[in-house]
């Protein structure tokens, strides 16, 4: 089917509108971060001074290199391990045909239904009853097992599409269920690992609920969590916080244009055959 002219323009223009519409909140909170600081910034306004040096004040009144620091400990205790367990059921799932492995997919399937909001209060007491309340393992425990359901779905989705005849040519040649793991099937799931490590980055990264509930010290919390504090203290310094908001969330969109291409590629393997 031969796409006309038209359709590609009217194609361009929703795209650009829809980019124009997501971009439009992150405009609005550049240049309030760029007003005197104490001042309440009304709409989309450029200032005529603007105050460049708020970025440095709020970096510096939230403490955000310390902030920064925990939050990158949190992210490497907790993504890592979801990304590696994830990996390998979603290879036991999609390429072994485990027995009852229909099943198990379903179950991980439900945990999908499951919000945050519905567990935090047994979540809560778990923690507690284990001894790691207000400290850094009380976010990264429940993150490695909230985000298995996720990390399974879309892991298996990727190695359920590679084809039988691949695995059966390594059978072939004597290689072991390890060996097909590691040596054929997990390089070419790249795109779909570095995918998977970069949504629980940006989830473990944004976490708020867990960091505020299981964690009283905010030094110690997610950049998403420490913010709730600092919203506390400056919450009507608009200046200041659209600041902060800005410098929590650069890294994440550092990242992700960073790896762009491994998330597409992946994306477009995502279809499920079974």
């Known amino acids: 089917m031969t796409v006309t002219r038209r359709s590609r323009l009217s194609g361009a223009v929703l795209l650009i509108a829809l980019m124009g519409w ?61 990304v590696v367990i994830a990996t390998m059921a979603g290879f036991a799932l999609g390429q072994l045909r485990i027995a009852g492995g229909r099943f198990i997919f ?3 399937l439900l945990g999908l239904t499951l919000p945050f909001e519905g567990v935090i209060v047994p979540l809560y007491y778990e923690i507690l009853h284990m001894g790691f309340l207000d400290t850094r393992w009380a976010i990264i425990l429940p993150l490695i097992g909230l985000f298995m359901p996720f990390g399974v779905f879309w892991m298996r989705a990727h ?19 390890w060996q097909l793991f590691w040596g054929v099937h997990v390089p070419l799931a790249r795109p779909a690992v570095v995918s998977l490590a970069i949504l629980t980055t940006v989830w473990t990264w944004n976490q708020f609920l867990l960091a505020i509930v299981l964690v009283n010290n905010p030094l110690e919390r997610t950049m998403a969590g420490a913010l709730g504090a600092f919203q506390g203290d400056w919450g009507t310094n608009i200046p200041l916080l659209s600041a902060g908001a800005l410098l929590i969330l650069a890294p994440m969109i550092i990242i992700y244009c960073v790896f762009q291409r491994q998330f597409i590629s992946a994306l477009l393997q995502g279809s499920l055959k079974g």
């Open 106 to 108: 379903l179950l991980f």
């Open 159 to 177: 190695f359920v599409n590679m084809p039988d005849e691949l695995t059966e040519a390594a059978r072939i040649d004597g290689a072991s269920t």
């Open 22 to 82: 997501t971009l439009l909140p992150f405009a609005s909170l550049f240049t309030a971060a760029l007003h005197k600081s104490g001042t309440y910034p009304s709409g989309i306004s450029w200032p005529s001074n603007p105050q460049w040096g708020n970025f440095v004040e709020a970096f510096h009144v939230a403490n955000m290199g310390v902030i920064f620091k925990s939050s990158v400990l949190i992210v490497l205790g907790a993504v890592p391990v979801t």
